[in-house]
């Protein structure tokens, strides 16, 4: 417990102790922080441009988390009802992008959907003649690239829940006369939900925050909020600013974790207080 | 009386994954109304032959005839059959009152129905106090009654039961065995129970198959299949039984020793050829007052109190194994034994069966 607080508090604490001081003061007026307090800061995020970005990075990151679920949820089902000694094979397949770096992950989607990239070259093999589509740089590339880099840890949440699903359930069900799509709606679906909440969550989190991927799939035009955050620390060198918006990013993190956390509470204090029940 | 109708004809049925051969040429008549047990050593196929009833495999060879339809390719939601499962697969997540609705939700009833029908199967099966917990807050034999009340209230036309008391321990075990055949006899539904324990199924079953390798030994009541099973298999596998090996005669069987055990010998054993004569423990009589076809001495090698009899295992020339024998509580009061002493053993030709080794 000891080393883990120690940890805890030295690399998660006095950081974000840190950042969160610097929101409340002042802009130096050729960069650099005066101290004195201010609220200023936090009166900025709520400006609607600011705003605007957080609610488009919300859209951004909730549409990737929803196709990320959608494949990752579909892909998991496939796997866990293949064969037995076939599943770890596919689950290794479904990792392995994890093996490559996440610049150089992103990187590819670029030659992907260049102008002339590869998407583009595979038309003209069909016959298309026209213009090449603009693919890249749209919200659609950076939605593309946070639902590829993602993915995986979608696969992995829910097949955790799929795989220990006991087949027999299922099998209850057709017995009883439902169909295979009413089986999957009312028993094995409900049955997964905890593993698809905790996919979605990661997807969510990791996305809301990125700047990596709309950097460099977004271009210069496209901006989320980690794309803000970094140019208030580097390029504005508006470093209060910068951390009020790093702040406001970390207590929507939070919030939805928080939700997590409790649903999930939930669920296990029912199984906690049913085990009890079940002795007495 | 008029002979009772047949149900379901298991006609020549086959079923193989791969090479291996899991059910192997069965044919077997289930009657309307009755308590069937199938039973066999794990591995015997029974259990498939049981997955083939509900609908999860489909045979490769033969037919399944329900009320005279084959039945043998229809999906498990579109046949009038229930399956309780040996896990009893509640689904964990809803309340013992969704469970048992669902599979009635399946058919689109009206509510009022629905309702109705579940509060009364709820009652058949000592649940109602139980209805809002979920299956996780019941115990072993609470949710074996849900797995049953899921089932029966579909009133299928036939209820298939994977070893249902599998997961109770022993007196509970005993309780069920009576009230699932009070069960089957208030809802009158065709029970097939499928288990491994001999004991469940005389107790339980009008009318047992017995199955190994994926075949048919013998198809009987249970009265039957213990007082003359079909082969030594059977034999061994149903009760306790007594062997003694040797060589066909045309009167017995002569042992090892050159004793010769007297019993009718089947008419498919040519004299000479290797046989087993065999019988039960409780048909041996310990010092017996009258004159017996059978008998042999031996010394008691050692006594086990169950309490309702005394079973003594006894060394006699006749065999290598000792001879199991059962004597009353009451009996072995009159004339007490102990490890050591020797006895006298006696049996009656009639209580002898023989079989090719």
């Known amino acids: 417990m000891a080393p883990a607080l120690v940890w805890l508090t030295a690399l998660m604490v006095v950081p974000c102790a840190l950042v969160l001081a610097l929101a409340f003061f002042r802009r130096g007026i050729y960069g650099g922080i005066e101290y004195t307090f201010t609220l200023e800061n936090f009166g900025l995020v709520f400006d609607p441009l600011y705003a605007g970005i957080f609610l488009k990075s919300a859209r951004i990151a909730g549409t990737a988390t929803l196709i990320a679920v959608v494949i990752g949820y579909a892909a998991a089902y496939a796997i866990s009802a293949a064969p037995c000694r076939l599943q770890p094979v596919l689950l290794f397949f479904a990792v392995l992008p994890f093996w490559s770096n996440y610049l150089i992950r992103t990187y ?173 | 009386m008029s002979e009772p109708r047949t149900l379901l004809a298991i006609d020549h049925v086959s079923k193989n994954f791969g090479r291996v051969t899991a059910v192997d040429g069965i044919s077997l008549d289930i009657r309307e109304n009755e308590f069937f047990a199938l039973l066999g050593p794990s591995g015997c196929g029974k259990t498939t032959l049981l997955r083939m009833l509900a609908g999860f495999e489909t045979p490769n060879d033969g037919r399944i005839l329900l009320d005279g339809r084959d039945i043998a390719r229809t999906p498990p939601n579109k046949r009038p059959v229930n399956l309780m499962f040996q896990s009893y697969a509640l689904f964990p997540h809803m309340s013992v009152r969704a469970n048992v609705s669902y599979g009635l939700e399946m058919e689109r009833l009206p509510a009022s129905e629905i309702r109705s029908r579940v509060d009364a199967i709820l009652a058949t099966t000592e649940l109602v106090a139980f209805a809002d917990r979920k299956p996780e807050q019941l115990s072993g034999g609470q949710k074996q009654r849900v797995a049953l009340a899921r089932a029966l209230v579909k009133r299928p036309r036939l ?185 006298e053993l006696g049996w009656d030709a009639a209580d002898v069966r023989i079989f090719a080794e």
Request: net charge negative; with cysteine.
């Open chain 2, 159 to 343: 209820l298939l039961l994977d070893e249902p008391l599998g997961a109770l321990d022993k007196k509970l075990r005993g309780a069920m065995q009576l009230e699932l055949k009070r069960l089957q006899h208030e809802v009158g539904i065709t029970f097939v129970i499928v288990t491994h324990d001999q004991e469940e199924s005389l107790v339980m079953a009008d009318r047992m198959a017995v199955l190994k390798d994926g075949k048919l030994l013998q198809c009987d009541t249970p009265h039957a299949v213990y007082e003359h099973p079909a082969d030594r298999f059977v034999a061994d596998f149903i009760g306790v039984m007594n062997f003694v090996p040797g060589k066909a005669v045309t009167d017995g069987v002569l042992a090892v020793n050159g004793a010769r055990i007297a019993g009718k010998v089947p008419a498919t054993l040519a004299p000479g050829a290797s046989a087993v004569a065999s019988v039960r423990p409780e048909r041996i009589r310990l010092f017996p007052s009258v004159e017996t076809a059978n008998c042999t001495t031996g010394t008691v090698e050692a006594l086990a109190y169950h309490g309702l009899d005394l079973q003594l295992h006894v060394r006699t020339p006749l065999s290598p194994r000792p001879v199991l024998v059962r004597v009353t509580a009451d009996a072995a009061d009159r004339r007490p034994v102990s490890s050591g002493d020797q006895v």
């Open chain 1, 108 to 280: 590819a989607w670029i030659v992907l959907l260049n102008r002339e990239g590869l998407i583009t070259q595979l038309l003209r093999w069909f016959g298309y003649t026209g213009e090449p589509p603009s693919m890249l740089y749209t919200e659609g590339a950076v939605i593309a690239g946070l639902v590829y880099n993602y993915l995986p840890f979608v696969i992995l949440a829910c097949y955790a829940p799929l795989s220990r699903l006991n087949p027999e359930l299922a099998e209850a069900s057709r017995d009883l006369g439902a169909s295979a799509i009413t089986t999957f709606r009312r028993v094995i679906l409900p049955l997964t939900v905890p593993g698809i909440a905790a996919g979605a969550v990661f997807v969510f989190v990791l996305s809301i925050g990125n700047f990596v991927t709309p950097a460099l799939l977004g271009g210069g035009r496209f901006q989320m909020i980690g794309n803000l955050v970094y140019d208030q620390f580097l390029t504005a060198n508006d470093w209060p600013f910068g951390a009020a918006l790093a702040m406001m990013l970390i207590a929507i993190m939070l919030l939805v974790l928080m939700a997590q956390a409790l649903a999930a509470d939930r669920a296990s204090g029912r199984a906690i207080e049913a085990s009890g029940g079940a002795d007495g």
